[in-house]
């Protein structure tokens, strides 16, 4: 009894960013990378987790133990004549970036939300908008250590264990504890970014924009997926570079808005959310606009409110991202938000992307090149997973791919055909370690 | 005399490993500060080094040893104080919760919670003390806890070991406070460390770095006492009112 009071063993309800599934699992928090392995090793599987911002179940376990990274938050080292800093896991890229930005540095990618550790970045080798020039977030990260159940610790790199270090990026954190890391960071000389916001009709306008701007540094598009007509497929294309005009680079702040309580999911419907599409169309006067603006505003616009999955109400939500080959992308991607806007199922936050051909060095990377499109939608009875398995199909059909951190219900077809590449992958993982996600897509079709 | 002081750039921490303390030293790194860190665990006091001089410290000396052992308290305080050239700020941060129901029906284990919060932070105290007033200068930060107020059944073998160490504390600011030197006890309440994780989450939980932050300001401000968060001043106040007679019959 004495000795279980050094554990949380109680099992709680660590929740994805989704709130779907949700499962029970016990969670011991690491604050040392010498806490593991545990002294104590549980008789459940084990998985590690940092922030929760995966939206589906790869970041939980059905009764299993979660090991919660982010008290492993130290600063390890920088050189400031390189930009590579080494640092713990857990660390998320907000203390990351409140560390870097003051000396005049930058993450070389990031995903849209600053509320990942380190270690989540990697195990889900995550993207940003500089995708098509910069490539994955592992192609960053030079240098780790991976700790596994059986107590070894390596230190990998493109020479040191290979074969781990390309299983681990990517690899849903199944192939060991990611206890450090080093990241390769980019210079910048001011907090500003310059903008560019282009109003589109249509995807064969997104691409060719897409096509025109392969200089620019980030590069992303907000689509609605709701309008039917005149309107569908309409955005606006968004481009930016971190400007070089130099201005005093300060931290900053903390946000002060948040979601409070779950929001009665009924108030996102149709007419609500394509209220919203036309506001966010229509906010942009003219077809072109140029700005200055904070890289918090370009990068994270969702984090300056806390909790905002909240607002799809207590069921939570549902992610969808896939990427299509570029051969085909034009056809697939229609089709994709034709069976979308039929539904009428809500989606406000879709985002679409060409993606470059900087190979990553995970083995089990979703990032490809292709077109991507991401959206999510209220977990709403068998609708949404009726229109989720629609949307794989339509995927699988264009050869496309669809993206683990996101997702809540590929099936173990669909998943095998998406990476044929698991079973090689599978000698990696570590004995002791399983993932919801990893369970339910390995399951026997 | 100005109200905000600068902050302290010679600093001792002992219980360097400690959440709250790791805290304040992170926050004290940036501006270029000298640390002397004593814990017991060289891994991880070699991670807490590494994370002060990233974040900017001048430089971190670090020291190995169990507190506990009052023995080597004279040598690992010269020790700190011949590198760092001055101490200007020590905080002393270790401490254990320890097993109450174990504690109040066995008296090692109550020894033992004895010995770590009060007995060995009283002689790391008397050292101290006598250094500070030597040199007429310097801040003694302890972190003691509003669970010294009053004994409740629920810890009371905790709570006397932080009581003793209040009243120890008391009687230090009175001899030598009139030598310049501020002595600050800190009471936190209920704080989210890897002491209190298997504890069920309370009111007016508080993170490590917020006090931290309170912590700093009340060096800078040069206070006797902080209640952390500072509401609780306010609710201990009232809870030391309670008279006995009531509070013995009190579900605690």
Known sequence: MP?????????????????????????????WTTDFPLSDPPSTAMLPVGLGRSYGDCCLLDRGTLLHTPGMSRFLGFDPNTGVLRCEAGISLAELLTFAVPKGWFLPVTPGTKYVTVGGAIANDVHGKNHHGAGTF?????????????GSRMLCSQTENPEWYCATIGGLGLTGLITWADIQLRPIVSRKMAYTGTKFNGIDEF????GASSGVDYTVAWIDCVSRGNNFARGIFMQGTHSTEPEKLIPSNPPRLSVPVNMPAALLNR???????????????????????????FFYPLDSILHWNRIYGRHGLLQFQCVLPVSDGERGITSLLRTITATGLASFLAVIKVFGDIPSPGMMSFPRPGITLALDFPVRNTISFALLDRLANITMDHGGCIYPAKDARMTPRQFQAFYPQWRQFARFIDPAFSSAFWQRVTAHA | MPDIQQPPSRVLVLGATSAIAMEVARLLAPSGTRFFLVARNPQKLQSVRADLLTLGAQSVGICTADLRDTDAHARVLSRAAAVLGTIEFALIAHGILGDQRKAQSDYPAAEDILRTNFLSVVSLVIWLTDYFEHSRQGTLAVISSVAGDRGRASNYVYASSKAGLNIFLEGVRNRVGRHGVHVLTILPGFVLTPMTEHLPHRMLAATPSEVARRILAAVARREDVAYIPGILAIIMFFVRLIPRRIFKSMNL
């Open chain 1, 271 to 297: 007419y609500t959310v394509s209220a919203f599409n036309s506001l966010y169309y229509h906010k942009q006067i003219g077809r072109v606009k140029h700005d200055a603006i904070d890289y918090e505003a």
């Open chain 1, 207 to 210: 691409l060719a924009m897409s």
């Open chain 1, 3 to 31: 000795d279980k009071s050094s554990r949380n063993e109680s099992l709680q309800d660590f929740r994805s960013w989704g709130c779907y599934p949700r499962l029970h699992s016990s969670v011991v928090p690491l604050h």
């Open chain 1, 138 to 150: 592992g192609r960053h990260v030079p240098r780790f250590e991976l700790t596994r159940s059986d």
